[in-house]
């Protein structure tokens, strides 16, 4: 069964930094693209980061490169997003998604089969 577990949320002043990790279960870790989603309140999931567990190749949408990291842990299994110099508007529940896809990129959401649970990210003004 495949397992997606999303850790590390919470409150933080607007300037902090939050680390989000995704540990993952039930596949071979190293075929898939993991990437890290986020939903605010009444607007779309947006994919904001994503990594190859093969190659470890990165993908960062623009309203967070040069703030987040995402790096994956192959021998944990896990996957980890480094949030710095966060905003207000970076607030949303954020999920990670996995999918054995040959190329890391910006994908739909509805492009994953395998989703954690997500978890909140509050930043404070």
């Known amino acids: 069964e495949v397992q997606l577990v999303e850790s590390g949320g919470g409150l933080v002043p607007a300037g902090g930094s939050l680390r989000l990790s995704c540990a993952a279960s039930g596949f071979t870790f190293d075929d898939y693209v993991i990437a890290w989603f986020r939903q605010a309140p009444g607007k779309e999931r947006e994919v904001v980061s994503c990594?190859?567990?093969?190659?470890?190749?990165?993908y960062y949408s623009d309203s967070v490169k040069g703030r987040f990291t995402i790096s994956s842990d192959n021998a944990k299994n896990t996957v980890y997003l480094q949030m710095n110099s966060l905003k207000p508007e970076d607030t949303a529940v954020y999920y990670c998604?996995?999918?054995?896809?040959?190329?890391?990129?910006?994908?739909?959401?509805?492009?994953?089969?395998?989703w954690g649970q997500g978890i909140q990210v509050t930043v404070s003004s």
């Open positions: 998604a996995a999918d054995a896809f040959d190329w890391v990129g910006p994908r739909d959401p509805n492009e994953y089969d395998f």
């Open positions: 990594v190859a567990n093969s190659d470890h190749a990165t």
